[in-house]
Structures are given as structure tokens and as C-alpha cells.
């Protein structure tokens, strides 16, 4: 993934209601949900919400497919996954961060460390 990639992706993502269709998407899985019915969740218009649709799918990060007279829509789990190891990669360091294969699930483990915060300044 290229910085390119990620601008288009982080501002498919800025808009509230792309920000929102997505993270039911994510909580959907695999099934995806129906255009029709993430207009209703989100009480979107449902022109309004075939355009943010169509936003999201541009960057890759929702895919779509047609079953009967509906488009079902899902979250794209392998972009998502592109998407924060860029960040983890070019943004933080490998104390901190970092992204491992997990070998008996086939899964991504993303593992960020809590991080010290500073230390509350105490009155004298």
C-alpha cells in the first residue's frame, strides 16, 4: 500500500455516515448487509446512502455483489487489514506496534503496547 492508497481510504473514512455504514459493515462479517437495510440503520436516504456506498467501494475498502434484487455490501477485511499495517509499519515503532501471522487461526494479530502515560503532576 502506498501513501496514496491510504489518503483515499482515511478520507472515504472521515465522512460521518461512510464512517458509520462502515463499522456496521465490520460488526456484519463476511455476509455483508444489504444496501437497503444500512439506509434504514443509519436513517440515510437511500440515494444518499448508494452514494457513500459507491465512495467506500472506490478505495477497496467495501466490496459489493448483487443478490437477487439487492446489493449486498461488505466490509473488504484484507484491505482493512492493509490499510492499519501501513500504519503500524510507517507510524510507530516496533516496541510499540506491530502485526504477526497467527499460525493456528490463519488470522492477523494486530498488538499495540500501552504505552506509558506521563506521570500526573502531583501539588505541593
Not at 491510504?6 to 472521515?14: C, E, G, K, N, V
Not at 463499522?23 to 457513500?52: C, E, I, K, Y
Not at 500504519?87 to 506496534?97: G, I, M, Q, R, T
Amino acid at each position: 500500500m502506498d501513501i496514496e492508497d491510504a489518503i483515499a481510504m482515511f478520507d472515504a473514512l472521515s465522512q460521518e455516515t461512510r464512517l458509520r455504514a462502515f463499522r456496521l459493515l465490520v460488526q456484519a462479517g463476511p455476509d455483508g448487509l444489504a444496501a437497503g437495510v444500512l439506509s434504514d440503520g443509519l436513517d440515510t436516504a437511500h440515494n444518499t446512502m448508494s452514494f457513500h456506498l459507491s465512495h467506500l467501494s472506490r478505495t477497496g475498502l467495501v466490496s459489493s455483489r448483487k443478490a437477487g434484487r439487492s446489493v449486498i455490501y461488505s466490509a473488504n477485511f484484507d484491505r482493512t487489514r492493509d490499510l492499519i499495517a501501513f500504519l503500524v509499519k510507517d507510524c510507530c515503532s516496533a516496541e510499540f506496534a506491530s502485526i504477526r501471522e497467527d499460525s493456528s487461526s490463519g488470522c492477523s494479530i494486530i498488538e499495540l503496547a500501552h504505552c506509558c502515560e506521563p506521570a500526573t503532576k502531583t501539588k505541593s
